[in-house]
């Protein structure tokens, strides 16, 4: 990524170091042919799992506070253009209360929230317009164009050749939002569990079908969400429902749902939605049909 940004180009679209043609989306040999060429994916990979970690380490630091068995962080590799799925840690042990839920639930997602703020000031100072005639690849959230208005940069229309770090802050972004949907077990669904346990599965199925509307208007990958979602389920483990959470955690709520507007993309790679994605299978599927038919002389 920081050699494609080093030469003008979008680092999602690789290209070869001695050359325009593009390279596998996983240019292995390319990168361990050198050490000058593994130095370049530092940036943002450091950058990344040390969102990640924050985030994982705000939700093992909190296990550990009300003595709450749990694992340290674990990182999920995957072969993908950010290497990962994220990270995890697992609880080993019931939580008695909602308060403890709740400080559980939400210490996750500002501990990595902060970080990738950070981190955005950094990558978007480092950021240069896109060269005219480019498209943008991916959305930008709210909190990165409040952050390129604080820095001058004003409104671009061409877009933003995203520095690494950047983009590594925009991972960041995204994997905060996903967290922070009120949806069964995700981060969000136990800090609406710990306030408002009555609401929790009435408001899982609503964001379910938030994403499949977001699925046809703004990017079809939001239809993956929604059926892992469905398929990992709206209950949510009992929790005795004494003591209340105090009014200050209430407040805080109320800036899980700020962070989760300011993160959330509804575009976060422009591409298409489900209804032009019908469209274009759907002469496809006709000739399979008309073929199927004629074949079985029914046409």
Not at 104 to 116: S, T, V
Not at 118 to 140: C, N, R, Y
Not at 219 to 246: N, Q, R
């Amino acid at each position: 990524m920081q050699h494609e940004f080093n030469a003008g180009r979008d680092p999602m679209m690789l290209a070869d170091s001695d050359s325009d043609t593009e390279l596998s989306p996983y240019p292995i040999l390319w990168a361990f042919s050198s050490l000058s060429h593994l130095a370049l994916g530092v940036p943002f990979a450091a950058t990344l799992l040390l969102i990640l970690f924050c985030h994982e380490m705000g939700h093992y630091l909190y296990c550990r506070h009300y003595r709450i068995a749990a694992t340290p962080p674990f990182f999920i590799p995957f072969p993908s253009m950010i290497g990962t799925v994220g990270a995890f840690i697992k609880i080993r042990a019931p939580i008695e209360t909602r308060r403890k839920l709740f400080d559980i639930g939400i210490g996750g997602p500002i501990a990595g929230f902060i970080p990738a703020l950070v981190f955005a000031f950094v990558g978007l100072a480092l950021s240069q317009p896109l060269p005219l005639g480019v498209e943008p690849v991916l959305g930008l959230p709210l909190v990165f164009e409040a952050v390129n208005a604080l820095l001058g940069h004003g409104w671009m229309p061409q877009g933003l050749l995203l520095h690494p770090v950047a983009l590594a802050a925009w991972a960041g972004m995204l994997a905060t939002s996903l967290n922070l949907l009120p949806v069964g077990q995700l981060d969000g669904g136990h800090i609406l569990f710990a306030l408002f346990p009555r609401w929790h599965r009435y408001v899982s199925l609503l964001t379910i079908a938030g994403l499949v509307l977001m699925a046809w208007y703004f990017y079809m990958g939001w239809i993956l969400w929604a059926v892992l979602l469905g398929f990992m389920g709206t209950k949510h483990p009992y929790v005795e429902p004494w003591p209340k959470p105090s009014p200050r955690r209430y407040l805080l709520g109320g800036v899980a749902l700020l962070l989760l507007a300011l993160s959330l993309m509804p575009s976060p790679v422009k591409g298409v939605t489900l209804p032009q994605v019908w469209q274009g299978v759907r002469p496809t599927l006709h000739e399979w049909k008309m073929d199927a038919l004629h074949k079985l002389g029914l046409k």
